[in-house]
């Protein structure tokens, strides 16, 4: 079986709540990382932070572990905006805070997330004008990132959260209908737990546009807790060559040090 490079969410804050282990500075997250077995890390971060990516270099070097992955939620759940927004400068606001995130993620040698910022579409609202519109920033974004060689992992995110790509066969159709090339998809397992039938059938849906892949349990709990098959999602993403992170993203429970350290253990186990 492939061997596997395993990343952990982290950011310099988290409510209890979030399913985010790792607090604190991002080289302080990068040393804690590499001591649980871990080879990278996801950042959550806003797109405002400024770095001192000198020393998150050294701490890289140090600890063997990189940064893997920056997550763009905070713009939309702290900055309140979105790219399907109706309103112009809201949605303006939102493709300057993306740019600034890639430009974030080109420094760090990362890519980046895109969740909850693609917005949502309103009751009543014309399904086909809000994906166009989400499709035209997209394309825009894309080549931006391909021109500071960033990618873009557009997560799938269960229905009770948000009406736009629930399902990886939705995600990956959107991607190639507007030829969304620098694009790919982000399955996350307590998602697909949710909306999808066949996790198999999910993940080969993807095949090479699977970018990225968030492991928690049913019950957003770390890998191993509950009743998710992770021999099975292993197996299938050797079959797809997938030769991306898989990255855990789950509740601190018990605590977040044990919740990633279990994580670890469990997934080098299987593997």
Same mark, same amino acid.
């Given at each position: 079986m492939r061997s596997w490079k395993l990343a952990v969410s982290t950011a310099d804050r988290?409510?209890?709540s979030a399913p985010i282990l790792l607090?604190?500075?991002i080289s302080d997250n990068l040393v804690q990382a590499g001591k649980l077995?871990?080879?990278?890390i996801e950042v959550h971060t806003r797109e405002t932070e400024e770095f001192d990516y000198q020393a998150i270099?050294?701490?890289?070097k140090k600890s063997g572990v990189k940064v893997c992955m920056v997550i763009t939620g905070r713009l939309n759940t702290e900055g309140k905006c979105s790219l399907t927004d109706d309103r112009p400068y809201v949605t303006h606001a939102a493709m300057q805070g993306m740019k600034q995130y890639i430009d974030m993620a080109s420094k760090l040698g990362a890519d980046i997330v895109i969740g909850w910022?693609? &917005?949502?579409i309103p009751e009543n609202g014309n399904r086909e004008s809000y994906l166009k519109r989400l499709a035209r920033n997209l394309k825009i974004l894309s080549e931006y990132g391909t021109s500071r060689h960033v990618k873009l992992n557009i997560e799938v995110i269960n229905r009770y959260e948000t009406n736009i790509f629930t399902t990886a066969?939705?995600?990956v159709d959107f991607l190639e209908t507007y030829k969304l090339d620098n694009c790919y998809v982000h399955l996350d397992t307590f998602h697909m737990g949710i909306d999808e039938r066949d996790f198999k059938k999910a993940i080969y849906a993807c095949k090479d546009r699977l970018g990225y892949v968030h492991i928690a349990d049913n019950s957003r709990c770390y890998p191993g807790s509950g009743y998710i098959d992770f021999k099975e999602i292993l197996d299938t993403l050797e079959e797809i060559g997938?030769? &991306?992170y898989l990255s855990v993203e789950c509740l601190p429970y018990p605590d977040r040090i044990s919740?990633?350290?279990e994580a670890a253990d469990y997934l080098k186990r299987i593997i």
């Open positions: 988290a409510p209890a607090h604190g500075t077995g871990y080879q990278a270099k050294e701490a890289e910022v693609r &917005g949502q066969q939705e995600t997938y030769k &991306g919740a990633a350290k």
